[in-house]
């Protein structure tokens, strides 16, 4: 089952894709967008484009489990993502995600200014292969 995740923001929104066989995080990109209904639409065709049967949406909830602002927000995004796509929309726990994706841009070379381009498309790949390691 291919799997498509999301970190969601309000500038730049990360996406993943899986593997045709949903084990691991093959590809990412990084989308541009202000309009959570224009994104949405965006990441419907991308979703079909890459015959997503799946969708996972990052869920940032604070260090203690509760659910603030941007957790809702991301609830909120999902929901009208949800009414665009037939597919199961899903929400994950992203916690540490943003942290993990700089540790790794950082150990893997690159400079400041390039993880910024760079560290939402690998925040999306860490959510998705960490729900993907979830249901193996």
């Known amino acids: 089952m291919k799997i498509m995740a999301v970190d969601y923001g309000q ?13 691991i995080a093959a590809s990412s990109l990084v989308v541009t967008e202000r309009d959570a209904n224009d994104l949405a639409q965006k990441l419907a065709e991308l979703a079909v484009q890459n015959a ?8 940032p909830k604070n260090m203690d489990g509760t659910e603030g602002f941007r957790s809702e927000a991301s609830r909120a995004f999902a ?5 665009l796509v037939g597919v199961e929309v ?3 726990d992203e916690r540490r995600t943003t942290v993990d994706a700089a540790r790794i841009l950082h150990e893997s070379g690159k400079r400041a200014k390039d993880q910024k381009k760079n560290i939402d498309a690998v925040a999306a790949s860490i959510i998705l292969q960490s729900y993907l390691d979830f249901i193996r």
Do not use: H, K, Y
């Open 79 to 83: 929901e009208i993502l949800r009414s």
């Open 52 to 59: 997503a049967e799946r969708i996972v949406v990052g869920n």
């Open 11 to 23: 500038v730049r929104t990360g996406v993943a894709f899986s593997d045709p066989l949903g084990m």
């Open 90 to 92: 899903i929400m994950w």
